[in-house]
């Protein structure tokens, strides 16, 4: 059974800072590009950023970038989203998603992902 697990949500203050993890099971994690994508209440799912399989390659979106780091740990099965100096705009339900090969600009269009996870909220709050 496949899962992709995601935590470290929760709430903070605007400049404040945010680690999410997604933990996968049941793939091969390696041969999958991974990333982030998250959704606001009343708007379309956006992507955030990806990486490519071996962790060499990311992309961002404009929103993010600058502020934003996506890593990934091939041995612990995980992907990891830093984000630093949260706006009220970044508040959103964070979900995580693999793309079985794949490559990090195929995946911002979110057209062909393999695997989502079910999402972790983050709200930036005064």
């Known amino acids: 059974q496949v899962q992709l697990v995601e935590s470290g949500g929760g709430w903070v203050q605007p400049g404040s800072s945010l680690r999410l993890s997604c933990e996968a099971s049941?793939?091969?994690?390696?041969?999958?590009?991974m990333g982030w994508f998250r959704q606001a209440p009343g708007k379309e799912r956006e992507f955030v950023g990806s990486i490519s399989l071996s962790g060499e390659t990311v992309y961002y979106s404009d929103s993010v970038k600058g502020r934003f780091a996506i890593s990934r740990d091939n041995v612990k099965n995980t992907v990891y989203l830093q984000m630093n100096s949260l706006k009220f705009e970044d508040t959103a339900v964070y979900l995580c998603?693999?793309?079985?090969?794949?490559?990090?600009?195929?995946?911002?269009?979110?057209?062909?992902?393999?695997?989502w996870g079910q999402g972790t909220q983050v709200t930036v709050s005064t």
């Open positions: 998603a693999a793309q079985w090969r794949g490559n990090v600009q195929r995946m911002a269009r979110m057209t062909d992902i393999t695997f």
């Open positions: 049941g793939i091969t994690f390696s041969v999958y590009t």
